[in-house]
């Protein structure tokens, strides 16, 4: 009689807890041998192929390709013994442990437990750390059919989704029998027993932390409130949560800075740098829009906005604050200059309001203006990106093939990695060092 054995998603390895189905390498009703690949799952590391310990005919499969499963939930069921056509029937006993079967760990056995999981099911294969009471073990070839209680926290082994999992318990002393598990079914995950670890770690250095001291250090104490613990907390989590990296090039600002001369010697209001670059900014952000965007934690989603709210730092009395100018992109550089002036005014004065300090979706920096050349800024949480520019100084430069002196400005870009790689953050800044170097081009672009 043919019984049927369910194979779950196996532990792929380095805390990866959950896999996404590319392709089902079988059919139901197919003939499957031991160790066969069965499916193709791509995780965060990798596209793994799993193979399947049992041989046997495929039963069921679960999970469309494109579902995400989480390790520990069931991948398919095969039907092994009499009515499987294979003489593989049995299982390998192999071990599913990182990405494929290999041979079990030393003083290991393969056990069934005997209570069914579901209706019309029997539980998948647990491993044991150490030899069981023959009562309490069975056989893992099909015709054999010794009973075996169902593990308890008091008696017999404790269900965990791999040997190495157990190993880690096993090698930091930590007692399985304590925990419950969030797999399905209470399976022990990697994640349970890392979690209880902590939770040790945490008591122990807790009991060995020496009491506090009578008196204080003597120093000044500054609340840690307001603008600047405001500021405190969102550059924090802008640094817990965005995996940022920085680009940066050195441009000729010569002609940028030429081309302004002349705007501001025709009769109208004076065109400010800020402006300009921010114009260049917008321009950017429209062929690489993906800089323009910000990553949905929850939903594990990167959303792609079609406005540009440009933020731009200002330093004030009370500390650092970014005002934003709503529809920059909508904006020209007489309109850009107006707001730039009216929002600066206003956060010197301090009566900047929440609406204009919020909602912005990316920042630019002219940290020139405290006269450094360059520096790596910390991103606007929740942005994906920030543009950088240095002080405009006197260089020498090679200009048309000869050195000459010319007005260079220093130039970066950082930017969330989650949202983009390094070629769009790349092309974004090459394209405004292209326009600070020769402003037509930004004309030919628009």
């Known amino acids: 009689m043919a019984q049927v054995l369910e194979f779950k998603l196996p532990d792929l390895g380095e805390g990866l807890t959950e896999a996404v189905i590319v392709t089902w390498l079988v059919q139901v009703g197919e003939v499957v041998a031991i160790d066969q690949p069965v499916v193709e799952v791509e995780t965060a590391k990798a596209m793994v192929e799993v193979p399947c310990p049992y041989g046997g005919v495929v039963t069921a499969r679960f999970g469309e390709e494109g579902t995400e499963l989480p390790v520990g939930a069931p991948l398919l069921t095969v039907a092994v013994g009499e009515a499987a056509t294979v003489p593989e029937a049995e299982g390998s006993g192999n071990v599913l442990v990182g990405y494929g079967t290999g041979a079990p760990p030393a003083r290991r056995r393969r056990i069934r437990n005997a209570a069914p999981e579901r209706a019309g099911g029997t539980a998948g294969p647990v491993t044991a750390p150490e030899p069981v009471p023959q009562a309490a073990v069975t056989a893992t070839a099909p015709h054999a059919h010794v009973p075996a209680p169902a593990p308890t926290l008091t008696d017999g082994p404790v269900p965990v989704i791999s040997p190495l999992v157990r190993r880690l318990a096993r090698d930091n002393n930590l007692d399985l029998r304590g925990l419950s598990g969030s797999g399905p079914d209470g399976l022990i995950l990697r994640a349970d027993v890392e979690d209880a670890l902590r939770v040790s770690a945490a008591r122990a250095a807790t009991l060995r932390t020496p009491p506090a001291a009578s008196t204080a250090p003597s120093g000044t104490r500054t609340p840690l409130k307001g603008i600047r613990g405001a500021v405190a907390d969102k550059l924090s989590r802008s640094r817990r949560e965005i995996p940022d990296a920085t680009c940066w090039v050195d441009a000729d600002a010569t002609e940028l800075m030429r081309a302004r001369t002349v705007m501001n010697a025709a009769p109208g209001p004076r ?28 939903a594990r989603e990167i959303v792609r906005l079609d406005h540009v709210h440009l933020g731009f730092a200002a330093q004030t009395d009370r500390g650092l604050v970014v005002p934003v100018v709503k529809d920059a992109h909508t904006r020209d550089a007489e309109s850009l200059t107006a707001e730039f002036a009216r929002l600066t005014e206003a956060a010197h004065a301090g009566s900047l309001t929440p609406a204009e300090l919020t909602g912005g979706t990316f920042t630019l920096n002219n940290y020139g203006v405290f006269g450094v050349d ?72 628009l």
């Open 374 to 445: 360059g520096s790596t800024p910390i991103i606007n949480h929740p942005e994906a990106a920030m543009l950088g520019v240095g002080r405009i100084t006197p260089k020498p430069w090679v200009h048309e093939g000869e050195l000459a002196v010319r007005q260079v400005v220093q130039l970066s870009l950082t930017f969330d990695h989650r949202v983009c790689d390094g070629g769009t953050a790349g092309g974004f800044l090459r394209y405004v060092a292209d326009c600070v170097e020769q402003p037509s081009v930004l004309l030919r672009t």
């Open 271 to 298: 065109i400010s740098l800020l402006a300009l670059l921010a114009r260049i900014c917008t321009a950017a952000l429209a062929r690489h829009p993906e800089l323009n965007s910000y990553v949905d934690v929850e």
